[in-house]
């Protein structure tokens, strides 16, 4: 089992700032991929970033230059670093986790089919 627990939601004005954490903790590897969802109001959960064991990232186009992912190994932490916020990022955020399935298994970390544990959500709200 592997728990995931969120904090840093709220409340900010557009082009506020907010940083959100993920502890991971349990059955958890080095290998993992750790990504960031976010459903806004009135539809489906959409990917916003993910980060895998080699430090490579990802990122949705819609906040692309604007979030960073980021991890800290020695606390099991993954950071979303969000700013500019506007009142479309609006949303419930989700962390994930994702097991390493091997180089070359065309795994898309895009998408929640890879991600077998995830975090209750975190609100954030942006006011215009």
């Known amino acids: 089992q592997v728990k995931l627990v969120e904090s840093g939601g709220g409340l900010v004005q557009a082009g506020g700032s907010l940083r959100f954490s993920c502890e991971a903790s349990g059955r958890t590897f080095s290998t993992d991929t750790m990504g960031w969802f976010r459903q806004r109001p009135g539809k489906e959960r959409e990917f916003v970033a993910a980060?895998?064991?080699?430090?490579?990232?990802y990122y949705a186009d819609s906040v692309k230059g604007r979030f960073t992912i980021s991890t800290d190994n020695v606390k099991n932490t993954v950071y979303l670093q969000m700013n500019s916020l506007k009142p479309e990022d609006t949303a419930v955020y989700y962390c994930a986790r994702a097991r390493y399935r091997g180089g070359g298994s065309g795994t898309s970390y895009y998408t929640e089919e890879p991600y077998d544990y995830w975090g209750q959500g975190t609100q954030v709200t942006v006011s215009s």
């Open positions: 980060v895998s064991w080699l430090g490579t990232t």
